[in-house]
Nanobody, 124 residues
Framework: QVELVESGGGLVQAGDSLRLSCTNA????????RGWFRQGPGKEREFVAS????????DYADSVKGRFTISKDNGKNTVYLQMNSLKPEDTAVYYC?????????????????WGQGTQVTVSS
């Protein structure tokens, strides 16, 4: 059963922006850290960004630092990934995830809830 539902992906040009959303479909996850990961064609799943349970601490992959921003709205049970200055190398399926016990991680194995993924394609 899918608990996390992503939306907001699409086809854009280099330099454009997109905002991904991830909503908790079944229950609130206020004590969970949240993360975004991506998997490009022929590549392994990689960490993009994370935010801890109360939103006070965020972490980003070096490749997206300064361009992407993760945020959360507990009242709406939603996590966002604002992506600016998109590059063709950002093309991937983006997954949101939830990790118990408050604090995020760059390791996808610690996250036990996942969405189905949303495709982001950036043309040059």
């Amino acid at each position: 059963q899918v608990e996390l539902v992503e939306s907001g992906g699409g086809l854009v040009q280099a330099g454009d922006s997109l905002r991904l959303s991830c909503t908790n479909a079944k229950r609130t996850l206020n004590s969970y850290a949240r993360g975004w990961f991506r998997q490009g064609p022929g590549k392994e799943r990689e960490f993009v960004a994370s935010i801890n349970w109360n939103g006070n601490t965020t972490d980003y992959a070096d490749s997206v630092k300064g361009r992407f921003t993760i945020s959360k709205d507990n009242g709406k049970n939603t996590v966002y990934l604002q992506m600016n200055s998109l590059k063709p190398e950002d093309t991937a399926v983006y997954y949101c995830a939830a990790k118990p016990r408050y604090y995020g991680s760059t390791n996808y194995r610690y996250y036990d809830l996942w969405g189905q993924g949303t495709q982001v394609t950036v043309s040059s």
